[in-house]
């Protein structure tokens, strides 16, 4: 899987997601990141739930307002769009993108 910045939402639905209306550009030490996926379910509900790996870019200095993860590299398929709640900003420093806990309350994607 792989994790897109974007610095405009709401990401054009006419947009492919290899090349998304909004991703930055590749400077200020950005670049996609891999993110690895593991799933879990529940016992009791049976409810599948999706654990994407927290996304890391130190030394960076960008400001992006949401993300796409996408299914791999070369995929077209959008598995999650993310929208930050407003432009975050960082100056020579880490941004992190940080999924929640797969369980059965906080899982980023749950099915039932």
């Given amino acids: 899987y792989t994790l897109s910045l974007h610095d405009a939402l ?10 998304p209306v909004g ?4 400077t200020g030490n950005y670049a996609r990141k891999s993110i690895a996926l ?8 049976g409810t599948v ?19 796409i993860v996408i299914a791999g590299s070369g995929s077209n398929y959008a598995v999650v769009v993310l929208d930050f709640g407003g432009p975050k900003t960082v100056s020579n420093g880490t941004f992190t993108v940080t999924f929640p806990n797969a369980d059965i309350n906080n899982a980023i ?4």
């Fill in 49 to 67: 739930m999706a654990d994407f790996a927290d996304a890391v870019w130190t030394s960076a200095t960008f400001t992006a307002s949401g993300a």
């Fill in 109 to 112: 994607v749950r099915l039932t």
């Fill in 23 to 26: 991703e930055l550009a590749a």
């Fill in 38 to 45: 593991t799933t879990s379910k529940d016992a009791t509900t």
């Fill in 10 to 19: 709401p990401i054009s639905t006419t947009s492919s997601v290899n090349s």
